[in-house]
């Protein structure tokens, strides 16, 4: 084997521990295990409460208007690390709630796709499953609460399978000109273009793990 490839592996997996030890959450404590079943929790805010984020030389506001907490078991999880959003909110959790996630999971199979998350089934599917799922199982835009390195690291660690409960606000973003660039859907019966949750996460716990 040339030399030059051989430095070049090397260069790789050296790299390669780099990012995992410089991403891996660190900063967390021990917590109870995590239980399925319960609703999500929201609460509208009786004024809307704006923050001013920078992000190298742009300036965002988020704006929080409802306090959401919720329950999940992650189904798929990706972060668009080359994309403009990376500058705020680049990690998506799909994710399932109720007393029904290990039925979900085994009946039907979930993905991801150009910030959605899409479901498929191999066979018919009744009306009314089709609306408890569209109930019970969402596509979550995250961002951890400024200045909380280590719940955006454990944002970006949760995996498939994990269970993660998240604490926060659902929030509308908006750039230094007003401009909307998002606003987090506040209903779980909507689909398509704006049904995803945008949320600032103060408090995340992944499996037996929290981070706040």
Not at 36 to 59: A, F, K, M, N, S
Not at 77 to 95: N, P, R
Not at 194 to 205: L, N, P, S, Y
């Amino acid at each position: 084997m040339p030399r030059w490839v051989l430095a070049l592996a090397v260069l790789a997996v050296a790299y390669l521990g780099y990012v995992q030890v410089r991403d891996y959450p660190r900063g967390g404590r021990s917590a109870a295990p995590l239980a399925l079943g319960e609703e999500p929790l929201q609460e509208e805010l009786d004024r809307r409460i704006p923050v001013t984020v920078h992000r190298g030389d742009r300036t965002f506001f988020v704006i929080k208007t409802h306090r959401y907490a919720l329950t999940a078991r992650v189904l798929a999880a990706h972060a668009y690390d080359w994309v403009w959003t990376s500058q705020f909110y680049d990690v998506d959790l799909g994710v399932a709630w109720g007393d029904q996630v290990a039925r979900l999971t085994e009946t039907y199979t979930f993905y991801q796709d150009a910030r959605f998350l899409f479901w498929r089934a191999d066979g018919p599917v009744a009306d009314a499953e089709r609306a408890y799922i569209t109930t019970h199982v969402g596509n979550v835009h995250v961002l951890p609460a400024e200045g909380k390195e280590h719940v955006g690291r454990a944002l970006r660690s949760a995996r498939e399978g994990d269970l993660v409960a998240l604490e926060g606000y659902l929030v509308v973003i908006q750039d230094a000109g007003t401009n909307e660039l998002a606003r987090s859907s506040t209903v779980r019966t909507d689909t398509g273009g704006g049904a995803c949750e945008v949320m600032w996460v103060d408090r995340v716990q992944v499996n037996e793990t929290v981070w706040e």
